[in-house]
């Protein structure tokens, strides 16, 4: 069950990384990483014009390189540091990492159809389920919350963003899409809105 923000009052700005070359190719990246595109790095710099006027004070990042690159640029663009946290990184998508669907329906016959029927308990194998990402990102805003942070921005991934989204108390977070060039404000009631920086 979704709950609500554990950092009191205010705003939470969530983005994801931005376009990398994995993303291009179809890959999984779960914990392995691959560089951003030239797309990718424009995105972040969108996000930074995106956000300027928001009023943000803080911003975390995952310490994978794709969202560390990203946070940096828009953190940049803000006049403020990254503070890097450990449990932003994505859920880890195991033996899938790095492989394309075709591949995986070949190694694993249809396991990618399980994970639909079970996408929240479904664990990836020898990786995490999204249950066990929500537990890390728990304790982001746990954190975040200890911090006395305000109007925090945190840049991480598409699947540990949903159970971000999730523990802010955003229905259906689980359907969400994040694209990259969208940026979620969230405020301490869950209502959430979508900030694009595109075109």
Do not use: C
């Not at 503070?83 to 790095?98: K, N, T, Y």
């Not at 066990?132 to 991480?156: H, K, Y």
């Amino acid at each position: 069950m979704a709950r609500s923000s554990r950092h009191g009052p205010g705003l939470t700005f969530l983005a994801r990384h931005g376009q990398t070359e994995w993303n291009v190719a179809g890959r999984r990246q779960g914990r392995l990483d691959s560089p951003l595109t030239p797309l990718g790095v424009e995105q972040a710099r969108r996000n930074g014009v995106l956000l300027s006027g928001e009023g943000i004070a803080a911003v975390f990042a995952s310490p994978l390189g794709r969202a560390r690159a990203t946070a940096s640029i828009i953190a940049a663009r803000l006049g403020l540091e990254v503070s890097v946290v450990d449990d932003l990184a994505e859920i880890d998508h195991g033996a899938w990492s790095g492989l394309g669907s075709a591949e995986i329906d070949a190694r694993w016959p249809a396991q990618r159809e399980a994970r639909e029927q079970q996408k929240y308990t479904y664990r990836f194998p020898g990786g995490e389920s999204y249950a066990d990402g929500e537990v890390r990102a728990a304790q982001v805003l746990e954190e975040i919350g200890r911090r006395g942070a305000r109007r925090p921005l945190v840049v991480s991934h598409e699947m540990v963003g949903r159970m971000l989204l999730r523990q802010l108390g955003v229905p259906d977070a689980l359907g969400t899409r994040q694209p990259s060039d969208v940026v979620y404000r969230v405020d301490a009631g869950g209502a959430v809105e979508r900030l694009s920086s595109s075109g």
